[in-house]
T-cell receptor
């Protein structure tokens, strides 16, 4: 069963604009971390941001922020002031249970239009 | 500090040939993972090793074997390659602690089986 769902296979955004990538998940854990990874054309997987599920406050890293809705099991990524270098595949990840590794969504390909 | 390294970066095999993908990490992490990435499928877990001396199957283990040689190294072997194993393979490692299961990735190996 798919436990991490990214419903947008592709998105595009104009340079300097804001875009939000969606992710919903399922987990049996009550205390866990959620992650967004970026994969540029170089193929290297890069951690963008992490969210601790027990924290009410949404995580922020420079132009990247999340909207974490624990009850709804939703974890979206907002990219502000989009730059050409933000063009990449973005993967959401969450552990299904405490004894299993991260489960990754299928990814959202983000294009940035100059 | 090299992080996670993988060899080779590219490989072409004929159907039925065997090969071993090598992975090493220098971050003193306990856990290591092998994923494959196919278009539209995200990252799928092949095998993982929660600690030295243990290995467990992931979502897609058929056709693969692994060896956790020591704490640093985790290899993936294809005994008899098939075209369905054409993919990009990623190794990752993590140190389960307060940032549970945050994974650090190698650069990937692009494998083509003809």
């Amino acid at each position: 069963a798919q436990t991490v769902t990214q419903s947008q296979p592709e998105m595009s955004v104009q340079e300097a604009e804001t875009v939000t990538l969606s992710c919903t998940y399922d987990t049996s854990e009550s205390d866990y971390y959620l992650f967004w990874y970026k994969q540029p054309p170089s193929r290297q997987m890069i951690l963008v941001i992490r969210q601790e599920a027990y924290k009410q406050q949404n995580a922020t890293e420079n132009r990247f922020s999340v909207n974490f809705q624990k009850a709804a099991k939703s974890f979206s990524l907002k990219i502000s002031d989009s730059q050409l270098g933000d063009a990449a595949m973005y993967f959401c990840a969450c552990p299904y249970s405490g004894n299993t590794p991260l489960v990754f969504g299928k990814g959202t390909r983000l294009s940035v239009i100059a | 500090n090299a992080g996670v390294t993988q060899t080779p970066k590219f490989q072409v095999l004929k159907t039925g040939q065997s090969m071993t993908l090598q992975c090493a990490q220098d971050m003193n992490h306990n856990s290591m993972y092998w994923y494959r990435q196919d278009p539209g499928m995200g990252l799928r877990l092949i095998y993982y090793s929660a600690s030295e001396g243990t290995t467990d199957k992931g979502e897609v283990p058929n056709g693969y074997n692994v060896s956790r040689l020591n704490k640093r190294e985790f290899s993936l072997r294809l005994e008899s390659a098939a075209p369905s194993q054409t993919s990009v393979y990623f190794c990752a490692s993590s140190a389960p602690d307060r940032v549970r299961y945050e994974q650090y990735f190698g650069p990937g190996t692009r494998l083509t089986v003809t």
